[in-house]
Every structure is written in structure tokens, then in C-alpha cells.
């Protein structure tokens, strides 16, 4: 029972860290966007 236990928290864990690298690449594409975006209507701004 104990090592069943500790395999589902391994999966659970697993699953988890899997979420986070997906949040940090979802956040790294949305402000690369965001910078991209700003970066190429400055110029129209400005002119």
C-alpha cells in the first residue's frame, strides 16, 4: 500500500512539474508576443 502510495505521488509530481513548463513556455510566448507587438508599432506610433 505504502509503495503504491508513493508511485501516485511520483505521477502527481511528475504531472505538476509538467503544468509548471508549460505555464513558464506559455508566459515566455505571450510576453515575447507582447514585445514583438511593441517593438513593431513604435515606429508607426512615433511617426
Same mark, same amino acid.
Not at 502527481?12 to 509538467?18: D, H, R, T, Y
Given at each position: 500500500m505504502r509503495w503504491f502510495t508513493s508511485q501516485s505521488h511520483k505521477k502527481? +509530481? $511528475?504531472?505538476? +512539474? $509538467?503544468l509548471i513548463a508549460?505555464? $513558464?513556455l506559455t508566459v515566455n510566448c505571450i510576453k515575447r508576443q507582447v514585445t514583438h507587438e511593441a517593438v513593431?508599432?513604435?515606429p508607426t506610433r512615433s511617426v
Open positions: 502527481q +509530481a $511528475i504531472g505538476f +512539474a $509538467i508549460l505555464d $513558464i513593431n508599432s513604435t
